[in-house]
């Protein structure tokens, strides 16, 4: 007799822009978001006997995601990611958990004649600040992070030392090319409240400038031994900043730049040393991923 091992539903890819008006200075202030959330709880029947008692309509998690951006600030995402969660434990008792995932996309004010614009943003880049919150009467777990920022070192990175057996061709290499597309997560300790969320919640934003900060300047300054030494201190520095982080993680593809020799043509020297024009990869790419804890 087969039974229900895990089961969760709702809502993906709502898109949400909300502004705020500065009534005074007449400057508007934009965010948006893509949302998603999941419910968990009493919701078995719904899958086996055909039951839609238990079913909160995706439809109307759908208008709960819009009501809550209206009716709390979205800045910083894990106090409105909290709210919109508890919304549903405290709306349905047979709910359980709502998983929450706000992905916030980057609007940067434009610069006109050397002033900020009231009113105009631009897309700088496809790096997104990410929030994800599973929300229960145990309290709330929030992972926050950065995806998608795109860095590259034109130097100070090597990789050698590694197992050279049968199957090796890579030749060791003391200067290379690094780059990534970085995934980041800083875990915190639960929170057991809503209202503790909110309580300093300047802390997120805090966070998420000192991470993006150590990221950049780890990888800037860092004479790489490896993907894996490299991003292990900049999870071990996130952890030394955030008193109140238990947990960082990093995943990041190793895009590889092939050398191109063009000795068939005229002797050209474009190796090693003289190497200029090189081949950014496509795939396959390395994949390194870690998580350290306190
Ligand atoms: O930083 C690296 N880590 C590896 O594990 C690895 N493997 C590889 O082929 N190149 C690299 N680079």
Redesign the pocket.
């Known amino acids: 007799m087969p039974s229900l091992a895990s089961a969760r539903y709702g809502k993906d890819n709502v898109r949400v822009y909300k502004v705020h008006k500065d009534a005074e200075t007449g400057v508007q202030t934009v965010t948006e978001m893509t949302v998603c959330c999941l419910l968990e709880g009493e919701i078995e029947t719904s899958y086996t006997q055909a039951d839609n008692s238990v079913v909160v309509a995706t439809d109307s998690i759908k208008n709960t995601i819009y009501i809550k951006a209206k009716e709390h600030p979205v800045n910083p995402p894990e106090v409105y990611a909290s709210h919109l969660g508890q919304h549903f434990l405290d709306k349905y008792a047979h709910i359980s958990a709502a998983n929450i995932k706000v992905i916030v996309h980057r609007w940067t004010r434009m610069n006109i004649d050397g002033k900020p614009h009231p009113h105009s943003f631009f897309r700088d880049g496809q790096e997104t600040r990410n929030v994800e919150a599973r929300v229960t009467r145990e309290g709330i777990v929030l992972k926050s992070g950065i995806a998608d920022l795109t860095v590259l070192k034109s130097t100070g ?1 090597a ?1 050698h030392g ?1 197992v050279r057996d049968e199957y090796t061709t ?1 030749a060791e290499t003391w200067d290379r090319i ?1 780059s990534t597309d970085v995934d980041s997560t800083w875990t915190w300790k639960l929170f057991p409240t809503v209202a503790a969320v909110e309580e300093g919640a300047e802390r997120f934003n805090r966070a998420w400038e000192t991470a993006r900060n150590i990221t950049m300047k780890v990888f800037a300054e860092d004479n ?7 991003m292990y201190k900049m999870c071990e520095q996130i952890l030394a900043a955030e008193s109140e982080v238990e947990l960082t993680s990093y995943s990041l593809p ?1 895009k ?1 730049y092939f050398e191109i020799d063009l000795s068939w043509h005229k002797g050209i020297k474009n190796t090693g040393k003289d190497a200029e024009v090189y081949a950014p990869q496509g795939g396959p790419n ?1 994949l ?1 991923k870690c998580e350290v804890r306190r």
Request: proline share 0%; net charge neutral.
């Open positions: 990175s990789f590694f890579l690094l790489s031994a490896s993907v894996q030494a490299t190793n590889h390395g390194i």
